[in-house]
């Protein structure tokens, strides 16, 4: 009986109007279908006797007047008939057992509050920048969408302006200042790498002024090609620039293996500041922006209409840009010739042919690997294709190339292409690349003509693009080498040129540049 009275008093509690008691089957188990569901609030565990103790006083203060509010969890008239008798211990630990999954008082303690995080301070030099349109410049406008457009593109000529001004402000301060007040490049050295960078600057913030001066009341533009055309020829500058890119890169690259500046470097990109972009980055940048001038007046005059005043003086300003572009990219590939040139080591005297020393421009150069897996660093000069192997010796001029067997003009070049479909086989070029199992991909074989002592060179390139690029640049070699061969063979009386071999000339001036960032930067 007293078992009975104990189990009664650890399984209910009563409440003022109201009683709530949990039933139970005789194994102890809540009855589901008898309970309504209700969220539960838990409490941590403490010993048996805390535990028991606080069942104990539940008791008691249910007798006593309460003002917390009590969710029900399940009604009965009487326990009477539910729960038979058992053990002591049996009934301790039911009683446990209730005072942790259910409880009246919330003696639960709030979670101590987290550690207030600090606001990082935003920085001046956000990764990305904000790409804005001329549209959210405005609040409302009645422009055709042809008008609309060509705002647009005059709007991202300015912004190009403010951020390449940015930029190379950016690289003074943070790149030059500090690696010469730290001593880690000597200012001999900065001044090679850097170039005439600082100069560029005051350039385009004229450009900037002036393109500013042109925004109305209503931030239109309306003439914009005068200012252009009498702005373009400072851009003859950049010649002196571009030239001096390629021995600057070749001794950024040298001064990269120093454990000190390299740390440098590392630290710098992964700043905010860079965006993701090393220091070669930002000293291309000029370049990068000269050559994009003529698209952005191709789209403003496509949006111009005819009868705007700027309908006669855009296709001057569009001839003149293009005329200074082409000249920067021949100077920048003859000087990039000489370079090159210069680090060129004989170790026969055989090899000093005279198409060598004749040539302007390179067409391309980069790495390929002969049937034997043996890796050529290869020149494709204007005259001559140059096989080298790179040296371990470095100078102030860069790496040193070492001449691989007879060099061949480009006038006695025959150029075969070899299909990735072909199968390989023992004993021929793809043998000796695949061991005469697999199929090779990515090859072209080199001969020359009229010269029995000079091997056919088969070599590979790296992926696909890369053949394809190689195999163009052929092509224009050898049509242009014998083209010149003809002429020179001919009487001043001759007719003049094919006019579509001028034109190949032209293209391959413009992509001398473009075809050595592919393959070696």
Not at 198 to 227: F, N, Q
Not at 301 to 325: F, G, M, N, R, W
């Amino acid at each position: 009986m007293e078992v009975e009275e104990a189990c009664e008093m650890r399984t209910s509690w009563s409440l003022p109007g109201d009683t709530h008691s949990v039933l139970c089957d005789h194994a102890g188990k809540k009855r589901k279908q008898d309970l309504i569901p209700e969220p539960v609030i838990r409490i941590t565990e403490d010993d048996e006797e805390e535990e028991e103790g606080e069942i104990m006083s539940d008791h008691k203060d249910s007798e006593e007047p309460s003002n917390k509010k009590v969710k029900p969890v399940a009604k009965s008239n009487s326990l009477t008939g539910v729960i038979t008798p058992m053990k002591t211990a049996a009934l301790k630990r039911f009683g446990q057992s209730i005072s942790r999954s259910i409880s009246f008082r919330t003696d639960a303690r709030p979670l101590p509050p987290g550690p207030l995080r600090p606001r990082s301070k935003a920085s001046s030099f956000p990764r990305r920048r904000n790409s804005q349109c001329w549209s959210d410049t405005v609040e409302s406008h009645d422009l055709t969408a042809k008008e609309i457009k060509r705002q647009e593109v005059i709007y991202e000529l300015t912004q190009g302006e403010r951020q390449l001004i940015e930029d190379l402000s950016l690289v003074k301060k943070v790149y030059y200042e500090p690696m010469l007040k730290l001593d880690i490049l000597t200012e001999s050295e900065l001044g090679q790498i850097f170039g005439t960078l600082d100069s560029l600057i005051p350039l385009h913030e004229d450009l900037l002024a002036r393109l500013e001066r042109l925004r109305g009341s209503e931030k239109t533009v309306g003439e914009v090609g005068p200012t252009l055309l009498n702005w373009f020829p400072c851009l003859e500058a950049y010649v002196t620039y571009c030239c001096n890119q390629v021995g600057a890169k070749a001794l950024l690259d040298l001064k990269k293996q120093e454990k000190r500046v390299d740390h440098f470097l590392r630290l710098c990109q992964e700043s905010s500041f860079s965006r993701k972009l090393d220091l070669w980055n930002f000293l291309d940048l000029p370049r990068s922006r000269l050559v994009k001038y003529p698209l952005l007046l191709k789209e403003i005059q496509k949006c111009t209409p005819p009868d705007h005043p700027d309908e006669d003086t855009l296709p001057d300003a569009l001839e003149l840009i293009q005329s200074i572009v082409a000249e920067v990219n021949k100077k920048t590939g003859e000087a990039e010739c000489q370079f090159y040139r210069r680090g060129l080591i004989y170790l026969e005297e055989s090899q000093r042919i005279p198409e060598i020393h004749q040539s302007r421009f390179l067409y391309c150069h980069g790495e390929l690997k002969t049937n034997k897996g043996q890796k050529l660093h290869v020149f494709l000069f204007e005259l001559a294709l140059v096989l080298t192997r790179p040296g371990d010796d470095r100078d102030f001029r860069g790496q040193m190339f070492s001449v691989y067997r007879q060099p061949l003009p480009n006038t006695l070049i025959n150029l075969e292409e070899i299909p990735d479909s072909e199968a390989g086989g023992g004993g021929t070029f793809r043998g000796a690349f695949t061991g005469g199992n697999d199929k090779v991909k990515n090859c072209f074989r080199v001969s020359s003509r009229g010269r029995s002592k000079v091997n056919p060179y088969c070599l590979q390139a790296n992926d696909s693009f890369s053949k394809q690029q190689w195999i163009t640049c052929l092509r224009q070699a050898i049509v242009q080498s014998r083209d010149r061969t003809a002429h020179t063979s001919q009487s001043p009386l001759s007719l003049p040129s094919d006019p579509a071999l001028c034109h190949i000339a032209d293209l391959s001036l413009s992509s001398d540049t473009d075809m050595a960032d592919h393959t070696c930067r």
